[in-house]
């Protein structure tokens, strides 16, 4: 019976890397027959645009398994990046994934969830504010497909370090006390859990909320933690690592 949700991020696949793409294939196998729904919040490529005709072939090994699992019956859910957006009709027709250029939340087993990939959260960095509507925009859609992907491809680099967000603090410490102010924003508004992801740090944290019990996570990524949040019915929320140790165990460890 399918009945686990996985949330996974910032694996920042790079084109015709297949190490990068293996370790992801292989973990999507794995888990294939308890997945229900897949949730990608963002940066799952290192860039992607949806050109037309289809111009991403070095994706090819995750692709093909993506179209295995949508076959198979999981459903994809995307919230676009920084890296990925304009996803196209390859996510939109072929997968048949539901898309959302920035935020979305959902009823899960009555409890109300807040998703965004997060490159938005922290308000006062402007430099990458400003760059993001510079990006984000009709004309420069246009561009990009007037350029190709030939062309595209060979600036993509320099894109993606900009659209990082360089501009705002990189201290850990002072990225997750910024995520953790807006979650506690979306929670008094009414969210019960707020997934992220963007500061590449797993993390799962509760709070009180006028007497609610409330719950933040960040799904991490798959560069440096290789790591993911599921969603089990009866269950609730974990974070977890590739090698099949959740937050809770690696504190144990660490304490």
Do not use: C
């Not at 969830?113 to 400003?130: E, P, S, W």
């Not at 760059?131 to 992907?149: C, M, V």
């Not at 798959?222 to 599921?230: A, E, K, N, P, T």
């Not at 009866?234 to 144990?252: A, P, W």
């Amino acid at each position: 019976m399918r009945a686990d949700w996985l949330f996974i991020a910032d694996a920042h696949l790079r084109e015709w890397n297949l190490e990068q793409q293996t370790r992801i294939v292989q973990f999507l196998e794995r888990e294939k027959e308890n997945m229900e729904v897949l949730v990608i919040l963002g940066d799952l490529f290192e860039f992607w645009f949806g050109f037309e005709p289809f111009a991403f072939e070095g994706y090819r090994p995750l692709l093909d398994k993506l179209e295995e699992l949508v076959k198979a019956g999981v459903q994809i859910r995307y919230l676009e990046g920084n890296h990925d957006f304009v996803l196209g009709t390859y996510f939109e027709e072929t997968l048949e994934a539901k898309i959302a250029s920035h935020e979305s939340e959902l009823d899960l087993d009555g409890k109300r969830i807040y998703l965004a990939h997060g490159d938005l959260v922290n308000r006062k960095d402007r430099f990458y504010a400003i760059f993001r509507r510079l990006l984000r925009n009709a004309l420069t859609y246009w561009l990009i497909r007037r350029a190709g992907p030939k062309v595209t491809k060979k600036v993509a680099r320099f894109l993606s370090s900009v659209s990082s967000g360089k501009g705002g603090p990189q201290n850990p410490e002072k990225i997750e006390r910024i995520f953790h102010e807006f979650a506690l924003e979306k929670m008094r508004e009414g969210f019960d859990v707020v997934i992220l992801a963007h500061n590449h740090l797993p993390q799962g944290r509760s709070f009180e909320i006028n007497g609610r019990q409330t719950h933040y996570f960040n799904v991490g990524d798959w560069i440096d933690h290789f790591s993911f949040l599921r969603y089990r019915r009866g269950r609730g929320f974990t974070v977890e690592y590739l090698q099949g140790q959740d937050e809770t165990e690696r504190k144990k460890e660490k304490g």
